[in-house]
């Protein structure tokens, strides 16, 4: 597999922050709303068209003085939590639901938190029934003038069209030990191999991890791994993301919508230079 | 009628074979086997009927060049974008082979232009099976942005014929990232109160599904073309089960609501003009 146009690359490293990101120990979305935001969060349920998705956890929070929409994925905690939730793999009613509170967001001009955590949107009959690439695609366009500042920090998995969803924000950011990419290692691995083994080589080819993906301007920050009693990592956050919000507040609904559009819009634009 | 301006080619092969043998000849590639039906259909028969099986009206796959034949009125397509092509921006092991082979099959996986449909200009964007299975890189979300950008300026409607497997793998988060971007471009249009009409093809799936295929103000599909976000292979992983037999087929979809109408390929382009005239393009 060797090739002349493959670059030298560390396979272990990049396979193995899969297997972190995907590590069933590692805190959820729950856990940092509950350390970043406590008792002031108010869990908002439903799509208002089908049910309530438990793979998306969202609500209303005080961040300090200020009202924020919260958006989470959430993959359980435990065995009995993780079946609950889909294992963070969302039905078209979640990216529904996650599309409703932001118009609402918007409405009152309350900044919106994303924390993605997904393999990906669930591909099973009743998704495809009920339209889960409609579902996905409709955030994408309506995220992207959503006149109220958005940021999305991605705590573990960014799987695809799933974890882009809730991802189209003014920054995203990554924990060190997160991923994203268009396609599980696995998956690439078994279709362009045939052999999901070689799932590490693919790892590394996708250039799919925090630092990768800082490294090519692709996310905006990288986050210290925080572990749970870490109350302090929670507090400098809360204060990150407080200055980021406070920032995007000051814009003017015009400005807000340009840098978002740019922001995307600049990515694989032919003459930029995008090479790791 | 220009919807027939397709030229049936002179079946120079048969006749030559005629002359020579005194028997009737017909060479192997003049044949062609319907997957659906079975029947064997003369190329030049099937050609003549815009690639539909004469016998069970199966849709076979059209490429970009005869899709655009098929959409706008003789010699008025202007391409837009075609030197944009495609490199190898991860390095990813084996990919500058993949491009080289689609390159020899097709200019890219998406042709860009203006042209007009029974005269009304319009943008028009279609997508080609023939270069890597349509898959969305950097420069099909680049050359669909470009497209709905150059519409909003100059006040078109845009028409896209999709077809593709989803998201270009080898260039990683970049074609992932042609979703939200091509999305941005979709809205602005829209958000101008420019017509969008999206055909979806066999296949469409993956990255494009959930993006601009599933954005269109009037959404129509090609009869029987698989339109999925998972395709059934995943979802039959997933499930460990088989999937009904017309699961994710447009008909499927349109009545699971997210699809307009399903329009046979001989009324696409009438029914293309009509919607456009209805929203008031070509009236000037
Ligand atoms: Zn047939």
């Not at chain 2, 017909?26 to 190329?43: A, F, S």
């Not at chain 2, 890597?132 to 979300?141: F, K």
């Not at chain 2, 420019?194 to 296949?203: A, E």
Request: charged residues 25%; glycine residues 8%.
């Amino acid at each position: 597999m060797a090739n002349s146009n493959t670059n030298p690359v560390n396979t272990n490293t990049a396979y193995e922050k899969v297997l972190a990101a995907r590590d069933s120990n590692k805190l959820t979305a729950v856990d940092y709303i509950k350390y970043m935001f406590g008792d002031s969060f108010i869990e908002l349920h439903g799509d208002r068209r089908f049910s309530d998705d438990k793979a998306i956890v969202a609500g209303l929070a005080m961040l300090y003085e200020t009202p924020v929409t919260i958006i989470g994925i959430e993959k359980g905690r435990n065995t009995k939590e993780r079946m609950e939730r889909n294992f963070g793999q969302a039905h078209p009613e979640g990216y529904r639901k996650a599309l409703r509170l932001m118009k609402q967001a918007e409405k009152f001009r309350r900044p919106v938190l994303c924390l993605v955590d997904t393999s990906g949107a669930f591909p099973g009959i009743g998704a495809e029934e009920r339209g889960q690439g409609q579902a996905i695609a409709e955030n994408l366009m309506e995220m992207m003038t959503l006149k109220t500042p958005v940021l999305t920090i991605l705590i573990g998995e960014g799987g695809s069209g799933g974890a882009l969803a809730l991802a189209v924000a003014d920054e995203v950011w990554m924990l060190e030990n997160a991923v994203y990419s268009v396609i599980s290692p696995e998956g690439c691995a078994s279709i362009l191999w045939k052999d999901s083994a070689k799932a590490p080589q693919a790892a590394a080819a996708l250039k799919m991890t925090a630092q990768d993906l800082f490294g090519f301007g692709m996310i905006e920050r990288i986050i210290r791994q925080p572990k749970a009693d870490d109350q302090s990592m929670f507090e400098s956050l809360k204060l990150l993301i407080m200055r980021t919000f406070e920032k995007n507040l000051a814009l003017t609904d015009e400005e807000l919508t340009e840098q978002r559009y740019a922001r995307f819009r600049k990515i694989g634009t032919i003459d930029s230079e995008l090479i790791p | 009628m220009d919807l027939f301006a397709f030229v049936k080619p002179k079946n120079e092969l048969e006749t030559t074979a005629d002359k020579q043998h005194n028997v009737p000849f017909v060479p192997e590639e003049m044949w062609v086997k319907c997957p659906k039906c079975n029947t064997l259909l003369l190329t030049t028969d099937m050609e003549e009927n815009l690639h539909v099986c004469t016998h069970c009206h199966h849709h076979f796959r059209m490429s970009a060049k005869q899709r655009i034949d098929l959409l706008t009125d003789k010699s008025s397509f202007r391409e837009q974008d075609k030197d944009l092509t495609s490199k190898n921006i991860l390095s990813f092991p084996g990919y500058n082979e993949k491009l080289e082979k689609a390159c020899k099959k097709a200019n890219e996986s998406v042709r860009c232009g203006t042209g007009t449909i029974n005269g009304v200009l319009t943008e028009l964007c279609v997508m080609d099976a023939d270069f890597m299975m349509g898959s969305m890189g950097t420069v099909t979300g680049e050359k669909i942005t470009r497209a709905f950008e150059y519409a909003t300026e100059n006040r078109l409607p845009v028409v896209i014929c999709t077809v593709s497997g989803g998201a270009r793998m080898q260039e990683g988060i970049l074609s992932l990232m042609q979703m939200a971007k091509t999305s941005g471009a979709v809205k602005r249009h829209s958000d101008a109160g420019l017509l969008y009409i999206t055909v979806l093809t066999d296949p469409t799936t993956g990255g494009v599904t959930a993006s601009f295929a599933m954005e269109g103000d009037i959404i129509l599909a090609e009869p029987n073309a698989l339109v999925a976000f998972a395709g059934p292979r995943v979802i039959e992983q997933t499930m460990r089960q088989k999937l009904p037999k017309d699961f994710q087929t447009a008909e499927f979809v349109l009545q699971k609501g997210f699809i307009d109408a399903v329009v046979p390929r001989a009324s696409l382009k009438p029914t293309i003009a009509r919607l456009l005239k209805m929203h008031g393009y070509g009236e000037d």
